[in-house]
């Protein structure tokens, strides 16, 4: 993928400057002279850019995902795990998965300037909402990972929430939606089974209710479909190696209509 080579090549680094800028060299490690070798020869990646995007996704979700998983001061082994299948899910190369980690451990330290890399993120995303919610399902995932949301982790994101500009009730609705299975797979830690989804848990994906009406649950279904739609999500500069998970979200949410439809007996 292109942003990984420049992001390996330093250049990201270099022309994004910031907490993001310097959290990429840490996480790829820096290369200055190729990085000002693409300068040189006109490669801009402005603000907004869809490379540069990636690059900032990538770089904040697995940094704050280690900040959150130090929240109540110790690391566990599940939420390691968690972390660990995420890289696996999105089937990282050797080089970028170790930056990964890196990135995981820098979110971890004392001193990881959160505030800073969350307002630089906000700016870098330049209002794609659909991909600040896929950050903060990935990071409540993550905060999940030992089957347990404990206050400081919630405190921890409802400031992130704030932070980012993002109502707490989106957190909240995306909190029920994650207790009713949504986003279980892959990133589940082994120490959760797989449930088998009852009709309440599909309302609770759809974030609707038994009292909607046909046209409300159909809202409902359209306006997750639209926000989670992998190529959509793709263009506006979800990295491509999360189109799995999109992918997979896109069918439960499929799978949650179709059940409540034929529970109401809907066309």
Known sequence: MAWWGKALGGAFGFMMGGPLGALIGIGFGHNFDKGIGN?????????????RVQAAFFT???????????????????????????MSHMGLTADVRESAKRLFNEGKSDDFPLDEVLDQFKKELH????????????????AYADGVLDQAEEKLLTHICNRLGVPVSQLHRLEEMLKAGFGQG????????????????????????????????KKSY????????????????????????ATEKTQQIKDAYEQIKESRGMR
């Open 127 to 142: 209002r794609r909402n659909t991909l600040l919610q896929m950050f903060l399902e990935i990071q409540l995932q993550a």
């Open 39 to 51: 300068v040189m020869s006109g490669e801009k990646f402005e603000p907004g850019q869809q490379e």
């Open 60 to 86: 904040a979700t697995f940094s704050v995902m280690g900040h959150i998983a130090k929240a109540d001061g110790k690391v566990t082994p599940d939420e390691i795990r968690m972390a660990e299948a995420v």
């Open 222 to 245: 359209r306006r997750l479909m639209s926000q989670h739609h992998p190529d959509k999500l793709v263009a506006k500069g979800l990295p491509e190696e999360m189109i799995k998970d």
């Open 186 to 217: 892959s990133y589940q830690s082994s120490a959760r089974p797989t449930r088998t989804h009852s009709l309440s848990d599909a309302y609770h994906i759809l974030g609707s209710n038994k009292s909607a009406s046909d046209a409300e649950v």
